[in-house]
C-alpha cells in the first residue's frame, strides 16, 4: 500500500482480555517499529524488527506484551491479559532500510481497557 | 540514556507571527536529530531532520539546524500559517538508527 496502516484503528476491550493489534508496513520496507504513546506524551519506543528478526525489545513494559513478525512483513503486537494502564495510542512505523533513522509511522491503533 | 526536551505548549500565535520551538537533546555518541507533525485526526508525519552537527534541514517554510555545542535542535518558520496548527515532536535516534527517543510534543495553534 501507499502507507502504514494499522488495524483496528480503535479497540475497546475488558481488563483480562487479550488484544493483537496489527501492522503492516510500506511494501518493501525493511525494519518495523512499535511505539505506544500515551496522551499528551511522545511515543515511547517499546520494539522492532529488520524482516523477521526482533531486533530490540527493551521497550516492551512486561511479559505480557509480545510482538511477532513471521515473515518479515506484517507484524502484530500482542497484549495479554490487558490492565487499564495499558489503555493508549499504540503506533507502528517502518523504514526502507535496516536500522534508518527515516521512519514512517501508521495512523495508529487507540487502544481502551475498561 | 538519551532524552529529548522541548518547549511545553501550547504555544498560541496569530497567522504571519515568528515561531519557536526550543528543543535540546542529550545523547552519547552521534545522534540524528528530527522533527515530527502531528496534524488533528492523523499519525506523525517526519517534517524534517539533520544527520550531523551544524546540517540545517528544512521543509514546508520551517528549519531547524543541529547543534552540537548546544546540544539544540530548535524548530523556526518565518510566517505561521492557521495551517501549520498541530502538535510537533522533537525526536532523536542512535547512531546506528536504533531507538527512536521523542520528547513529548508541543500544541501550536495559530489563530487568523
Known amino acids: 500500500g501507499a502507507g502504514v496502516s494499522q488495524s483496528p484503528r480503535y479497540k475497546v476491550t475488558k481488563r483480562g482480555q487479550d488484544v493483537a493489534l496489527r501492522c503492516d508496513p510500506i511494501s518493501g520496507h525493511v525494519s518495523l517499529y512499535w511505539y505506544r504513546q500515551a496522551l499528551g506524551q511522545g511515543p515511547e519506543f517499546l520494539t522492532y524488527?529488520?524482516?523477521?528478526?526482533?531486533?530490540?525489545k527493551s521497550g516492551l513494559p512486561n511479559d505480557r506484551f509480545s510482538a511477532e513478525r513471521p515473515e518479515g512483513s506484517i507484524s502484530t503486537l500482542t497484549i495479554q491479559r490487558t490492565e487499564q494502564r495499558d489503555s493508549a495510542m499504540y503506533r507502528c512505523?517502518?523504514?526502507?532500510?535496516?536500522?534508518?533513522?527515516?521512519?514512517?509511522f501508521g495512523p495508529g491503533t487507540r487502544l481502551t481497557v475498561t | 540514556g538519551n532524552s529529548v526536551t522541548q518547549m511545553e505548549g501550547p504555544v498560541t500565535l496569530s497567522e504571519e507571527a515568528f515561531l519557536t520551538i526550543n528543543c535540546t537533546y542529550t545523547a552519547t555518541g552521534y545522534p540524528s536529530l528530527f522533527w515530527y507533525v502531528q496534524y488533528p485526526g492523523e499519525g506523525l508525519q517526519l517534517l524534517l531532520k539533520a544527520t550531523k552537527a551544524d546540517d540545517k534541514g528544512s521543509n514546508k517554510g520551517f528549519e531547524a539546524t543541529y547543534r552540537k555545542e548546544t546540544t539544540s535542535f530548535h524548530l523556526e518558520k518565518g510566517s505561521v500559517q492557521v495551517s501549520d496548527s498541530a502538535v510537533y515532536f522533537c525526536a532523536l535516534s542512535g547512531n546506528y538508527g536504533q531507538n527512536f527517543v521523542f520528547g513529548p510534543g508541543t500544541r501550536l495553534s495559530v489563530l487568523p
Open positions: 512505523a517502518s523504514s526502507k532500510l535496516p536500522n534508518s533513522r527515516e521512519q514512517y
Open positions: 524488527f529488520n524482516y523477521e528478526a526482533q531486533q530490540d
